[in-house]
């Protein structure tokens, strides 16, 4: 028997990576696991800090992803900086070293698990 529940969204994403190829394809990966119930577009990845504010300016993502290589203070700082162009972002920031520690597939996993909770706290069913 066919699904014929649509996918919630689109929400469109914008990470902050220093390696964007990597960000790319790790988004592409979380987005394939979840794509019966969520529609998410990678929009952008902002290779530094100061790339922020015009990438969520210019892009209106509804999410801001902020990769682990970033130390806490550095992802506060990220995650403050979407807020303050779109208070209505979600944002969240991998937990810093896990890429390094676990590697790409403990990111997918992590992200996999991670945003179907973030999304529906946020966007319920309204998506």
Known sequence: MVSTNMP?????????????????RLVGRVAQNLQE????QHLHNCERIDEVQAAVRENQPDLLFCASMWSAEE????LSIAREVNPNIITYAIPH?????QGPDAIVEHLTQKLPPILEASYGQNS
């Open 37 to 40: 119930t969520y529609e998410i």
């Open 75 to 78: 992802a506060e700082q990220i």
């Open 8 to 24: 919630k969204g689109p929400f469109k994403l914008v990470t902050v990576n220093t390696a964007p190829e990597r960000a790319k």
């Open 97 to 101: 070293g896990l890429q390094v520690e």
